[in-house]
């Protein structure tokens, strides 16, 4: 069974910065797609970042330049590195792996930032 575990997820102050790790168990594969989104209350889920197997990178423009969205192919894990954050940054992060043609999720991680 696939697992995705989350962790790094907190409150953080405006301008601060956090560290999110994603990592996967019960898969021999690499995910052809990693990646991080995220749902503010009463706003629909919605991509930050995400990466292939490759590397190539792709952003939301709202966290373009102080978002950077790494993996390790071999540990199927995926971090997401956030700095500068702001108040509009808060919202729950799922992880999100994608192998084929099916979707994995991870339970979501709280991110909080204070004014």
């Known amino acids: 069974q696939v697992q995705l575990v989350e962790s790094g997820g907190g409150l953080a102050q405006a301008g601060g910065s956090l560290r999110l790790s994603c990592a996967a168990s019960?898969?021999?594969?690499?995910?052809?797609?990693m990646g991080w989104y995220r749902q503010a209350p009463g706003k629909q889920r919605e991509l930050v970042a995400a990466?292939?197997?490759?590397?190539?990178?792709n952003y939301a423009d709202s966290v373009k330049g102080r978002f950077t969205i790494s993996r390790d192919n071999p540990a199927n894990t995926v971090y997401l590195q956030m700095n500068s954050l702001k108040p509009e940054d808060t919202a729950v992060y799922y992880c999100?792996?994608?192998?084929?043609?099916?979707?994995?999720w991870g339970q979501g991680t709280q991110v909080t930032v204070s004014s």
């Open positions: 990466i292939s197997s490759g590397g190539s990178r």
């Open positions: 999100n792996g994608q192998l084929f043609v099916d979707d994995y």
């Open positions: 019960g898969i021999i594969f690499s995910f052809n797609s």
